[in-house]
């Protein structure tokens, strides 16, 4: 694993794996050993209470604070104007979505590459997003 896109094609490609021949995998599936090599640029999002219940030490620029246990909406506006819809295509496609955005982080716009990873427990209701996120670039917010 090496660059940000291959990282997260990696990730998806273990989401296939866990799937098999379902729609979605579920949470349970996941052993901490299997995304051990994404830990830090993960967050796992419980969609019934709107929640983050993991947050990687690496997206706490991302969201702009640690924010496991917070609740998405209590987040940074322009966070939540992000992740809101990307997380909602997801659980609204059930199959994983793939996009850049970009946020100003101590006065520098930084790009990141994400990837939402719908997970079920019954393979046809969306009760989870894993999502991974990496930068791939940054430039001063004033340019």
Same mark, same amino acid.
């Given at each position: 694993?090496? &660059? ?6 990696? =990730? ?32 796992? +999002?419980?969609?019934?209470? &709107?929640? +983050? ?8 620029? &991302? ?11 209590? =987040?940074?506006?322009?966070? %939540?104007?992000? %992740?809101?819809?990307?997380?909602? &295509? ?5 199959? !994983? +979505?793939?996009? %850049? ?8 716009? %930084? ?5 939402? =990873? ?16 990496? !930068?791939?670039?940054?430039? !001063?917010?004033?340019?």
């Amino acid at each position: 694993m090496g &660059r940000p896109d291959e990282k997260l094609s990696d =990730l998806k490609a273990l989401w296939n794996r866990k799937r098999g021949g379902l729609s979605m995998p579920a949470r349970s599936q996941f052993a901490t050993r299997d995304l051990q090599p994404w830990y830090g640029n993960l967050a796992l +999002i419980d969609l019934s209470s &709107r929640s +983050i219940r993991l947050c990687g030490t690496n997206l706490i620029s &991302r969201f702009g604070r640690d924010a496991t246990g917070w609740d998405i909406a209590s =987040l940074d506006e322009a966070v %939540v104007a992000s %992740v809101t819809p990307y997380i909602d &295509r997801a659980q609204a496609a059930k199959a !994983p +979505i793939e996009d %850049v955005h970009n946020r100003i982080v101590d006065g520098y716009l %930084v790009s990141y590459r994400e990837l939402a =990873l719908p997970l079920s427990d019954d393979a046809d209701h969306v009760t989870m997003i894993l999502f991974g996120s990496y !930068p791939i670039g940054a430039r !001063p917010a004033w340019q």
